[in-house]
Nanobody, 125 residues
């Protein structure tokens, strides 16, 4: 069992930055792949950034490469998403997710068995 709690969302102007944090509890965290996903109304949930169990492998959605950075601290049981140069199209509800069955990241939301409650990110002037 893994419990995930996100924080750090909010309203930011285009070009600004936000840092999302996900606090995890449960013994499976340190061997699990983790991901940040985004969902907007009327669209399917999509991956934004993924990280393997030890932080050595990261995958980004093309549209966020060079702007977003995913990181994890297995000693503190946290996964962060640093978002810079934000665009209006980055707006959405961001979810932290855990794939406790696999240590290497997969992009299909259906592969993740634990989810946080989501945090709203709004990029607008």
């Amino acid at each position: 069992q893994v419990r995930l709690v996100e924080s750090g969302g909010g309203l930011v102007q285009p070009g600004g930055s936000l840092r999302l944090s996900c606090a995890a509890s449960g013994p499976s965290f340190i061997t699990s792949a983790m991901g940040w996903f985004r969902q907007v109304p009327g669209k399917e949930r999509e991956f934004v950034a993924l990280i393997n169990w030890n932080g050595g492998s990261k995958i980004y959605k093309d549209s966020v490469k060079g702007r977003f950075t995913i990181s994890r601290d297995n000693a503190r049981n946290t996964v962060d998403l640093q978002m810079n140069s934000l665009l209006s199209e980055d707006t959405g509800v961001y979810y932290c997710a855990c794939d406790s069955q696999n240590g290497f990241p997969r992009s299909d939301p259906g592969d993740y068995d634990y989810w946080g409650q989501g945090t709203q990110v709004t990029v607008s002037s």
